[in-house]
């Protein structure tokens, strides 16, 4: 599946029999993302047998205790598990302090790198992008700055027909026709319509993530572009 989610735990700060805090999975065409990592997020990722060395990027969303007091217990386990990747983590500022102090006191050296990036929870701000996917904050009203998440894929290439592909054609061809777009020779002339060779591409998704927040209007024009 190319885009999945995993609901880890969904509960409020006190403990509940049988739930967990809240801790979301999100696969997108083979990225990993953690958002949010209340306390038993890693019995829940062990539970669903979820990949935690390819996770490599985290989403805070904000600093109250059941959105990432199960942080730094995962953060010692991949240590453990000898993780060597970078992990990129997206919060409000704040965890930085609070994750090297605990090392600090622990006298840790990780195996890998935390790249943390801080965000400004009250601007929308994109925190990360590559060619498959975007990513970014959704400003919230709660007692603590608290941002959510759109996660956004971005559009897919054409298909190509391959019934009505001819001999002719070349692989650069075939690359610009799957972007949508149409192909001209050197003089101008239309060689290959795209609608003639392609068919759509696979729909794109989007999801967001919105923890804790109050009714706040200025997100609906946010999500609805989408
Ligand atoms: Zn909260």
């Not at 885009?3 to 739930?19: D, K, N, Q």
């Not at 967990?20 to 539970?47: R, V």
Request: hydrophobic share 40%; proline share 6%; charged share 20%.
């Amino acid at each position: 599946m190319s885009f999945a989610l995993t609901i880890l735990g969904s509960s409020g700060a006190l403990p509940a029999f049988g739930r967990f805090p809240s801790s979301q999975y999100l696969t997108i065409q083979n990225q990993h993302f953690l958002i949010d990592c209340g306390e038993g997020a890693q019995m829940q990722l062990m539970k669903y047998k979820i990949p935690v060395h390819k996770i490599n990027r985290i989403f805070i969303s904000h600093l109250h205790g059941d959105h990432y007091l199960g942080l730094m217990g995962l953060l010692f386990s991949m240590h453990l598990q000898k993780r060597v990747n970078d992990l990129y983590l997206h919060a409000p500022k704040g965890l930085d302090e609070i994750i090297l102090l605990q090392l600090k006191y622990s006298k840790s050296t990780l195996s890998y790198t935390i790249r943390f990036h801080l965000f400004d929870p009250e601007q929308p701000t994109t925190l990360f992008e590559n060619e498959a996917v975007s990513v970014e904050t959704i400003p919230l009203l709660h007692k603590l700055p608290c941002a959510g998440f759109l996660f956004r894929e971005k559009q897919k290439p054409f298909k190509l027909d391959k019934e009505k592909l001819l001999p002719s054609m070349k692989l650069q061809h075939l690359a610009l026709l799957k972007t949508g777009a149409d192909v001209y020779d050197e003089s101008g002339k239309l060689l290959y319509q795209n609608s003639d060779f392609t068919l759509p591409p696979a729909p794109s998704y989007s999801y967001a993530y919105c923890s804790d927040t109050a009714w706040n209007e200025k997100m609906i024009d946010q999500l609805k572009k989408y």
